[in-house]
């Protein structure tokens, strides 16, 4: 799997957007961009993901790079309850199945 | 819906005794995993079953761990015998799609202490 490169924690303030950025240079053709957060004490939770174009759902968008060596998760109106780590990772599509998380983003919501 | 449950939700045990960590898929998804997180290395799958089925356990670190699943709503990860080096966060997930990233639904997961 592509290696991805993201930074160790960032502060946001509650009601602004979060923009979380994620380096991956060597993905390669096949390979799609996730981001799962992890809220202190629960499991992983799915957010989004994305091969190419940019994409929004109810939690969240991914803007994805035309050269897709890089990515950045928005969070539209950050809340207190968005305070995670957040990962970024790359996988292929098919039988991506193994879940792998480095370090990830500590992201701190202030009020 | 109750989504993943997992038991215990803690565990502390001495070394050398036999822990069993149990887990109840939510209901209708066919594919099952057990990860182990700590903070040297991160989140780790360990086994994945489909339809009940093991289906990759390249992950499992060694004969001390063992998973089952004997039913669709119920799988088991055994460690006999446990030593410190096993502590850890240990989740189950399930999945309606097996083969997505995607789609895994992660349960509160057990913290392991093995003095």
């Known amino acids: 799997d592509a290696k991805t490169t993201q930074p160790p924690s960032m502060d946001c303030a509650e009601g602004r957007a979060a923009n979380l950025p994620c380096n991956h240079s060597?993905?390669?053709?096949?390979?799609?961009v996730y981001w799962y957060r992890q809220i202190h004490s629960q499991g992983p939770q799915y957010i989004i993901h994305?091969?190419?174009n940019n994409e929004t759902n109810e939690m969240a968008s991914l803007i994805i790079t035309e050269d897709r060596k890089s990515s950045t998760l928005i969070l539209p109106h950050a809340t207190l309850r968005d305070t995670a780590v957040y990962y970024c990772?790359?996988?292929?599509?098919?039988?991506?199945?193994?879940?792998?998380f480095g370090a990830g983003t500590t992201v701190t919501v202030r009020a | 819906d109750a989504g993943v449950i997992q038991s215990p939700r803690h565990e502390v045990t001495e070394m050398g005794q036999e822990v069993t960590l149990r887990c109840k898929p939510i209901?209708?998804?066919?594919?099952l995993f057990w990860y182990r997180q700590t903070m040297m290395r991160g989140l780790e799958l360990l086994i994945y079953?489909?339809?009940?089925?093991?289906?990759?356990d390249s992950g499992m670190p060694e004969d001390r761990f063992s998973a089952k699943m004997p039913n669709a709503s119920f799988s088991t990860l055994k460690i006999q015998p446990s030593e410190p080096r096993d502590s850890a966060v240990y989740f189950c997930?399930?999945?309606?799609?097996?083969?997505?990233?995607?789609?895994?639904?992660f349960g509160p997961g057990t913290r392991l202490t093995v003095l």
């Open positions: 990772i790359v996988r292929p599509r098919s039988n991506d199945y193994k879940l792998s």
């Open positions: 994305g091969l190419k």
């Open positions: 060597t993905i390669s053709g096949n390979e799609y």
């Open positions: 079953f489909n339809n009940n089925v093991p289906i990759d």
């Open positions: 997930a399930s999945s309606p799609s097996g083969s997505r990233a995607d789609t895994q639904y």
């Open positions: 209901s209708g998804h066919n594919s």
